[in-house]
T-cell receptor, first 112, second 114 residues
Framework: GDSVTQMEGPVTLSEEAFLTINCTYT??????LFWYVQYPGEGLQLLLK?????DKGSNKGFEATYRKETTSFHLEKGSVQVSDSAVYFC???????????FGAGTRLFVKA | DAMVIQNPRYQVTQFGKPVTLSCSQT?????MYWYQQKSSQAPKLLFH???????NEADTPDNFQSRRPNTSFCFLDIRSPGLGDAAMYLC?????????????FGPGTRLLVL
């Protein structure tokens, strides 16, 4: 079945460091891919998305590229801030579908 | 601002005592979802409503029910909560109009079962 695999956390970085959170997926078709962020005690917020191969999603300095050949959607940010500390979820959803499949989440801690 | 609202944010109930969680939305979306998220885990879809059509996930326990009286409101009923039902419950909405359907999440209700 379809699935999403993320790198295990927690990831601890110093402020202004470069961030990569790896995400790979297994899919029978061609889903849209998403990154959601969950701040402590809050619900999920959509961070960015990509709907087809080679699309790059970007928002708030974060970006991820839909790589069909490697079935990956890695999240990157050039310079993290303390306020980026949160749990990040990679997810997939088929067009016309209703069930978002989430990865297990990766917790990020950013130290000042 | 248009949004997804969940009440209460924290709910304490007793083992076996029915509890209802509520969700409302001002986005006028035709799909509403309920997810269960246990500590340090990914959200797990329980069911969704597409307009008035209810769609239950195959592995959702019978203990969990839902009602959607109108477009704006959706309720999650847990008939006899067990200790294992303690979790964050997330409501989400989406609009089936585009090529893909982004889901917008509420802040969640954290349920504690004593």
């Amino acid at each position: 079945g379809d699935s999403v695999t993320q790198m295990e956390g927690p990831v601890t970085l110093s402020e202004e460091a470069f961030l990569t959170i790896n995400c790979t997926y297994t899919a029978t078709g061609y889903p849209s891919l998403f990154w959601y962020v969950q701040y402590p005690g809050e619900g999920l917020q959509l961070l960015l998305k990509a709907t087809k191969a080679d699309d790059k999603g970007s928002n708030k300095g974060f970006e991820a590229t839909y790589r069909k050949e490697t079935t990956s959607f890695h999240l990157e940010k050039g310079s993290v801030q303390v306020s980026d500390s949160a749990v990040y979820f990679c997810a997939l959803l088929y067009t016309g579908g209703f069930k978002t499949i989430f990865g297990a989440g990766t917790r990020l801690f950013v130290k000042a | 601002d248009a949004m997804v609202i969940q009440n209460p944010r924290y709910q304490v109930t007793q083992f076996g005592k029915p509890v209802t969680l509520s969700c409302s939305q001002t986005l006028n979306h035709n799909v509403m979802y309920w997810y269960q998220q246990k500590s340090s885990q990914a959200p797990k879809l329980l069911f969704h409503y597409y307009d008035k059509d209810f769609n239950n996930e195959a592995d959702t326990p019978d203990n969990f029910q839902s009602r959607r009286p109108n477009t704006s409101f959706c309720f999650l009923d847990i008939r006899s909560p067990g200790l294992g039902d303690a979790a964050m419950y997330l409501c989400a909405t989406s609009s089936v109009t585009g090529v893909w359907e982004t889901q917008y999440f509420g802040p969640g209700t954290r349920l504690l079962v004593l």
